[in-house]
């Protein structure tokens, strides 16, 4: 069975700074999806980033990226320029290529954003 | 246009009373999902539908969950005799392809 871990339960970084906060996850496929997700408080998760395990090339959407490496299953993602906005709890999910497409969530980062 | 919604928002039961949450999908999303988050957690899978099919119901953690989605676009997710430790927020996402869009979620407590 896959798993998914993220070890930061909380972080904190200052406004225009730079965070990354980490995902590993556990799987034998070779074929999967990643996906960020965020979650603010009281309010619906929003999709942030994904990468596909295939692509070697890592995801960059404006401010986040992510370090995507296989071999270690590892997937962290990195903000930069962090906003006060960007403050939330932040998902990193597994979805396998096969099976029923279920999401596979860690516990969560919960991001501070400090002015 | 329209996202997933969710209603109620909130609901409070009392243990051993029943409880009915629906999920509108987003037109045409073809699979949906319930989640279960409990507090300080990850969403946890509880089922899945592909249309009015439910393909997978491994994440239901008794016979008191059921789910159902009869033509394919609004679910519901029913817990019968609630208990203390069915306390969480339930999220549905529903799906085109390989990204869910999930709703804002129904908070459910169990007194």
């Known amino acids: 069975a896959q798993t998914v871990t993220q070890s930061q339960p909380e972080m904190s970084v200052q406004e225009a700074e730079t965070v990354t906060l980490s995902c590993t996850y556990d799987?034998?496929?070779?074929?999967?999806?990643l996906f960020w997700y965020k979650q603010p408080p009281s309010r619906q998760m929003i999709l942030v980033i994904r990468?596909?395990?295939?692509?070697?090339q890592n995801a960059t959407e404006n401010r986040f990226s992510v370090n995507f490496q296989k071999a270690a299953k590892s997937f962290s993602l990195k903000i930069s320029d962090s906003q006060l906005g960007d403050a939330a709890m932040y998902f990193c999910?597994?979805?396998?290529?096969?099976?029923?497409?279920?999401?596979?969530f860690g516990t969560g980062t919960r991001l501070k954003v400090l002015a | 246009g329209a996202g997933v919604s969710q209603s109620p928002r909130y609901k409070v039961a009392k243990r051993g009373q029943d409880v009915a949450l629906r999920c509108d999908p987003i037109s045409g999303h073809v699979s949906l999902f319930w989640y279960q988050q409990a507090l300080g957690q990850g969403p946890e899978f509880l089922t899945y539908?592909?249309?009015?099919?439910?393909?997978?119901k491994s994440g239901l953690p008794s016979d008191r969950f059921f789910a159902e989605r009869p033509e394919g676009s609004v679910s519901t997710l029913k817990i019968q005799r609630t208990q203390q430790e069915d306390s969480a927020v339930y999220l549905c996402a529903s799906s085109p392809n390989d990204e869910q869009f999930f709703g804002p979620g129904t908070r459910l407590t169990v007194l």
């Open positions: 799987t034998s496929e070779s074929d999967y999806y």
């Open positions: 999910a597994y979805r396998s290529r096969r099976g029923t497409y279920k999401y596979i």
């Open positions: 990468q596909e395990a295939y692509k070697q």
């Open positions: 539908f592909q249309n009015e099919a439910q393909l997978d």
